[in-house]
């Protein structure tokens, strides 16, 4: 039987019944990214879809708590009333995992620390978690961080748990900081640059004094785009700006005006440009500078390279290559080792999820260290076994 | 509120001889201070009230005599607590008679700007003002502002996450640092991060941000650097009242903006900072509120007419538009020199630091005032408004018999009313000894239990700055166990560590 807890203690009450039967748990809520991480070994699912609602929102102090799971887009549509947003804009991975669009749960965006485009200039998840309630792998409920914007309290566990996959407690509760939307938007698109000149408009305009808050390059349209937010009168002039900065490249200028400027980042946030057909997919973080070169790294090498596309000014890479036994992690992790960085398998079959490192190796030390941090919060393994190591 | 450190240990203050032998084979014998007045230099930071003579200073050059030092505490058991420039306002660098301290000066290099990354690779040491003295000719600078940041260094700023008046919004350190070397007891050396953003697994760079020298020893941060505004200009706006100045900071933020700087200052601290060094504010004026907006000059002057008509209609005296940036650094010429401004009107003052839900401000102003009035003292106020930190200073005469016993008291009970109003004990000052043994009013034995066993994890013989944040020392076997109920201990089978 599931247990759908309704409230923390029936949470709390969850995790020692596992505890004492030494049942593993999967933590669930609409179960939209039940596909990443590691493919674990079969666990009793802890459903925490029942557990929703906003317990607090005060437009005027920027600060919103909901329980672990409450809608994400019900959380979206009640910010967007008041002209408000999370601003690191949370990535929905429908798309490349497939299930339903929009069906995400903040608890959720918080195990995964989705992050969206704006991320460069706004922060991830974990930047906007202020604190949180929570019931630990030992089956005690624990609180930590607040809900003001500056605490600097106690430790920072809002940093850990936020993409620790539900490894470390089962949130209840999560509050955010959340910020005003931007007045308007435009995004400047240059086309024809090629990817190594195109990458380099992208740094030039992250250098610059414009404040472009996303910066892509689509090697299928041979384009690179520069979001621009604010007011209606800055927007348009710092647009302006830009295009006279790169003008020296030779590129041809286009914009997106605002409802096709949010149309085209939220395509891209949710990786379609690398979604569709057969292969896995692998996301990397290294320095924007790096970017080309991984790609050209592992085109030289004769990685089949399905699709890719670049995003944070050239420091986020998505791919899709042909599926392979190993998914291709050896080649990956060899070029990226070699620049420094990080690489996660996101989408590939289970077989090879339960083969393959998912998530980035990490050295002894570090690993031991990962291990002992995880043991502080669940020393029995009862949570999401396996999820991001097969060691815990 | 007496405060109390662990008591040195005699086994350990008897081997005194034999620990300076052993970092002397380690370190060049210049690098390590035994000799007491030398040491005497070491005994405090800012906060110096609270004092204590090290058992010895080891000033290290290299990662390698760092990784030594911290192997070396290992096995011979003793603590160590690391130290930057000092100017910790808690306590956090507060030395040990029994342990070692770790002073990190001599690593003062930057070692790498890469501005096509967007990024610097720094030591521990370097000053906080330095890196972006580095980087400015390019246009660049890097974001935290601590009002200390001519003197404290980056390695400290990691270890109390420091903020400053940009961080509404350019965020606190932890959002504006990429990667750390660092090296935990035992000597380990780890990296943490890097040029690239958010590696996964654990986020242990954004753990160690803000955990006061409890987890490990910082050796190297790479820090984010952001391109200058274009422009940036200041508002001064005075208001009859600090309610009225709450209301018109309220008002700004409704309004969907967010300033690169939005402070306000009570009547006393406006009289005091007007008989310190006269800038131009009005001594009639209940509360002054400073804005500044920065960015493209077409934004800024859009930005600049609606916060004006904000101010105007919440109430504001008048209304003071910075037209040159001597003006604009003038308006806050006041506010950078309110502390010391502050300590010309009593002979000491205690600086408190907790944060508060904003629109509590006029309510906890009122409460507060009352408090102090109980107990005779006075108080004058500074806030970064914008995220409701307030640094409430308590005047008193450590030459009165009990006024700094009660300065304390009133001290520790604005930090309480923080609390019950939905705030924090500490917004930017960190916990340190200062606010230690207030830890119980925001967090019950559970929660300090779970962020004692994540000390553990990197610390277990709890060697490394003990005796600070927490208001007991645990041992970690005793974390490791579960709490008993109804007289049975409900998982015997969970491992005892």
């Known amino acids: ?392 | 509120m007496p405060l109390t450190m662990p008591l040195p240990e005699p086994a350990i203050l008897s081997r005194r001889d034999e620990i300076v032998a052993r970092l002397r084979e380690i370190l060049p014998p210049a690098h390590v201070i035994a000799d007491e007045t030398a040491r005497r230099a070491y005994e405090c930071d800012a906060l110096a009230m609270y004092r204590a003579l090290p058992l010895v200073v080891a000033l290290p050059e290299t990662v390698a005599e760092v990784s030594a030092i911290m192997a070396l505490a290992a096995e011979l058991n003793v603590k160590i607590v690391p130290r930057g420039a000092g100017t910790s306002l808690s306590g956090g660098a507060l030395p040990l008679e029994d342990g070692i301290l770790l002073g990190m000066a001599k690593f003062n290099r930057i070692l790498e700007v890469d501005f096509e990354n967007r990024c610097a690779r720094v030591q521990p040491g370097v000053q906080n003002l330095a890196i972006t003295r580095a980087v400015e000719h390019a246009g660049f600078y890097y974001a935290p502002d601590p009002s200390s940041q001519i003197a404290c260094t980056i390695g400290g700023n990691v270890g109390e996450n420091a903020g400053g008046v940009h961080c509404l919004k350019y965020g606190l350190t932890t959002n504006n640092i990429l990667g750390l070397e660092i090296v935990l007891m035992g000597g380990e050396v780890l990296r943490l991060g890097g040029k690239h953003l958010d590696s996964e697994m654990y986020d242990l760079l954004g753990l160690m941000t803000g955990s006061e020298g409890l987890l490990g020893v910082v050796t190297e941060v790479t820090v984010r650097l952001l391109q200058k505004p274009l422009t940036a200009r200041g508002l001064l706006l005075p208001f009859p009242s600090v309610e009225a100045g709450a209301r018109c900071v309220g008002a700004i933020i409704a309004r969907g903006i967010i300033p690169g700087g939005l402070e306000m200052m009570d009547q006393a601290t406006i009289g005091a900072v007007e008989s310190f060094q006269p800038c131009g504010y009005p001594l009639n004026a209940g509360a002054i509120v400073i804005v500044e907006l920065d960015g493209t000059p077409a934004e800024v002057d859009h930005l600049v007419a609606v916060v004006e008509g904000i101010a105007r209609a919440e109430g504001a005296m008048e209304t003071r538009v910075s037209q040159s940036e001597a003006e604009r650094l003038r308006f806050w010429a006041g506010r950078k020199n309110a502390f010391p401004a502050v300590s010309c009107i009593g002979p000491d003052y205690l600086c408190m630091d907790g944060t508060i839900p904003r629109r509590r401000l006029p309510d906890v102003l009122t409460r507060m005032d009352r408090l102090a009035k109980a107990c005779g003292l006075r108080v004058a106020n500074v806030f970064h408004a914008g995220d409701g930190n307030l640094h409430p200073l308590i005047l008193y005469d450590a030459s009165k018999d009990g006024d700094i016993e009660r300065a304390e008291q009133l001290g520790a009970d604005i930090l309480r009313l923080c609390v019950e109003v939905g705030g924090v004990l500490t917004g930017e000052h960190g916990v340190g000894v200062e606010k230690r043994d207030l830890m119980g009013e925001m967090f019950d034995e559970t929660d300090l239990s779970q962020q004692q066993r994540v000390k553990c994890a990197f610390d277990p013989q709890h060697r490394l700055n003990p005796g600070k944040v927490f208001p007991t020392l645990h041992r970690c076997a005793e974390l490791g166990a579960m709490h008993v109920q109804s007289g049975k201990l409900p998982f015997p089978n969970l491992p005892r560590f």
């Not at chain 1, 991830?124 to 607040?146: N, Q």
């Not at chain 1, 640059?193 to 992250?206: D, F, N, T, V």
């Not at chain 1, 050209?296 to 890479?317: F, K, T």
């Open chain 1, 1 to 392: 039987m599931t247990p759908s807890p309704r409230d923390e203690t029936d949470v709390r009450d969850a995790i020692r019944d596992a505890l004492a039967a030494e049942t593993p748990l999967a933590i669930r809520g609409h179960g939209s990214k039940a596909g990443l991480g590691r493919a674990a070994a079969p666990a009793q699912i802890l459903s925490l879809a029942a557990l929703s609602g906003v317990t607090l929102y005060e437009p005027e102090e920027l600060v919103l708590t909901a329980r672990a799971g409450t809608p994400l887009r019900e959380i979206v549509a009640l910010l967007d009333a008041h002209r408000q947003q999370l601003a690191f804009e949370p990535m929905d991975h429908a798309l490349l995992l497939g299930g339903a669009r929009d069906d995400a749960t903040i608890g959720g965006v918080v195990a995964v620390n989705a992050s969206g485009p704006r991320r460069i200039k706004a922060g991830a998840a974990r930047d906007h978690l202020l604190g949180f309630r929570c019931v630990t792998g030992r089956g005690e409920i624990v609180k930590s961080g607040g809900r003001v914007m500056k605490n600097v309290t106690g430790y920072d566990l809002s940093k850990l748990v936020a993409g620790s996959y539900g490894t470390l407690a089962v949130l209840t509760e999560t509050t955010f900081k959340v910020l005003p939307q931007a007045e308007t938007e435009q995004t400047l698109l240059l086309s024809g640059l090629g990817e190594e000149k195109g990458l380099a408009a992208l740094r030039k305009a992250s250098g610059s004094p414009y404040e472009v808050s996303s910066l892509a390059f689509d090697p299928r349209e041979n384009i690179a785009a520069l979001r621009l937010e604010g007011p209606e009168i800055s927007v348009v002039k710092r647009r302006d700006d830009l295009v006279a900065l790169l003008a020296p490249l030779g590129a041809a200028a286009q914009t997106l005006e605002a409802e096709s400027s949010r149309a085209f980042w939220m395509r891209l946030r949710d990786g379609e440009p690398v979604a569709a057909g057969e292969g896995v997919v692998w996301r990397i973080s290294l320095a924007p500078s790096d970017g080309f070169t991984f790609v050209e790294s592992l085109r030289r090498n004769g990685a089949p390279l399905l699709a890719h596309v670049y995003d944070w000014a050239g420091g986020l890479v998505w791919l899709r290559l042909e599926a392979a036994p190993d998914a291709h992690a050896g080649a990956i992790r060899a070029v990226v080792d070699r620049l420094g960085g990080h690489a996660t398998l996101i989408r590939a079959d289970e077989a090879t999820r339960a083969t393959v490192d998912v998530f980035h190796p990490q050295p002894a030390a570090l690993a031991a260290l990962t291990r002992r941090v995880k043991d502080a919060f669940d020393p029995l393994h009862i949570l999401e076994r396996g999820r991001m190591r097969a060691d815990f």
